[in-house]
């Protein structure tokens, strides 16, 4: 497995292999199942597989967790390669942003909602690390996860809007044994919000089950949801939403796609997690 830490040498590796297809898996290293889930599916289904490790300085806010970040490139190496990644793309900050920067994108649409209030500018951050990793990577596929649902929705938009010739590829949030969606941040917590944390997929999961018995109303379902997590969470609720997917408008009993969900603050970790239901209608089984 190549270790490729310059624009070039990224350039270079694509080059070498312009015949084939190259699967893309985006991340911001300490390397998890989820992650590697993705790399499983990206080797079957590409000639190569590159995947990106990097902490992006333009998608965090002031006070939030940059600088204590897990990170642990050997650990990463080590597992990326068990996995059949072909490639690491490892750049430095000074590498990705030399300099002063010229133009700034502005993401628009689906960012009025969920983590676009409480992070402002956390979309318009990952948008141009994306930009700027496709041009360098030239990817044929690039996989994301659901468990960032509404990122995978924004990056729609951005590969729609720009003509990125790039096919988008939604992989399933893996959990842990208790239902806690896997995350390099759940290092970051305490033992004891570790034991409180799988309320995030319980509380979903109740919202599933209260949806499966036919309730429609958002804001019922918002209760219940709020009611799991206060009672069994010392974190604080930052949202729990339930909208329509993937436009992330208010819901209605007419839509065909609900996302349920939520994010908590611990300590030294925000959370999140979802659930994409289907919504049936009337008459339908
Ligand atoms: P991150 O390193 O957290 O920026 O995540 C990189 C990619 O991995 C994103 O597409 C995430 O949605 C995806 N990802 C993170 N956690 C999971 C998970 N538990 N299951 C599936 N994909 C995940």
Not at 89 to 95: A, I, N
């Amino acid at each position: 497995m190549k270790i490729i830490t310059t624009i070039s040498d990224m350039r270079t590796y694509r080059q070498e292999h312009k015949h084939g297809s190259i699967g893309f898996v985006p991340t911001m290293g300490y390397l998890h199942e989820g992650h590697m889930s993705m790399v499983e599916s990206s080797t079957k289904e590409n000639d190569r597989t590159v995947v990106s490790i990097f902490v992006n300085p333009l998608q965090f806010g002031p006070d939030e967790d940059y600088d204590n970040y897990p990170c642990d490139f050997e650990r990463d190496r080590k597992i990326a390669e068990s996995y059949g990644a072909d490639a690491i793309f490892y750049p430095s900050t000074e590498e990705m942003y030399p300099g002063k920067r010229t133009i700034s994108l502005n993401v628009i649409d689906r960012t009025d909602v969920l983590c676009g209030p409480s992070r402002p500018g956390h979309f318009d951050g990952v948008a141009t690390v994306i930009v700027k990793l496709l041009q360098i990577i030239q990817p044929t596929r690039m996989y994301l996860g659901q468990k960032d649902a509404q990122q995978v929705a924004v990056l729609e938009g951005l590969v729609a809007d720009f003509n990125i010739p790039v096919e988008l590829i939604p992989c399933p949030t893996i959990r842990e044994e208790d239902g806690l969606a896997k995350s390099s941040r759940n290092v970051n917590l305490t033992a004891q919000e570790r034991k409180e944390a799988p309320f995030l997929h319980k509380s979903l999961k109740l919202a599933e089950e209260m949806v499966g018995e036919g309730e429609r109303d958002p804001e019922v379902i918002k209760q219940a949801i709020t009611a799991m997590l206060k009672e069994n969470t010392s974190g604080t609720i930052d949202y729990r939403e339930v909208l329509s997917y993937p436009y992330l408008k208010p819901a209605t009993s007419n839509d065909e796609m609900w996302i349920c969900a939520v994010a908590v603050y611990f300590r030294h970790a925000r959370l999140i997690d979802n659930s994409i239901l289907t919504i049936t209608q009337k008459g339908e089984s």
